[in-house]
Nanobody
Framework: QVQLVESGGGLVQPGGSLRLSCAVS????????LAWFRQVPGKDREFVAT????????EYADSVKGRFTIARDNGKNTLYLQMNNLKSEDTAVYLC????????????????WGQGTQVTVSS
């Protein structure tokens, strides 16, 4: 079993920045592919970014490319999402996930999920 706990969400003005963290624990926790998704009530869960097991490569949704950066520190069992130049459309609950499939953008490929942290972008 793997447990994931997100933190770092909050209220930020458009153009501002936030850094989300996801503490990962459990058996072989940091051997998994990790990812961030986001969800708005009434809409499907949306892929944001994923990072390989060693952190050597990552992929991003077009909507966040150039603004968001995913990173992992396997020594600290932590996944991060640095979000810059935030826009109102980035408002969502952000969830971290762990899975086995490298590069997957499909939520169904991730077997472990956190509870999420709310990010609200508003003036």
């Amino acid at each position: 079993q793997v447990q994931l706990v997100e933190s770092g969400g909050g209220l930020v003005q458009p153009g501002g920045s936030l850094r989300l963290s996801c503490a990962v624990s459990g058996r072989a926790a940091m051997t998994y592919v990790l990812a961030w998704f986001r969800q708005v009530p009434g809409k499907d869960r949306e892929f944001v970014a994923t990072i390989s097991r060693a952190g050597s490569w990552s992929e991003y949704a077009d909507s966040v490319k150039g603004r968001f950066t995913i990173a992992r520190d396997n020594g600290k069992n932590t996944l991060y999402l640095q979000m810059n130049n935030l826009k109102s459309e980035d408002t969502a609950v952000y969830l971290c996930a762990a899975g086995e499939t490298s590069g997957s953008r499909q939520g169904g490929d991730y077997g472990y999920w956190g509870q999420g942290t709310q990010v609200t972008v508003s003036s």
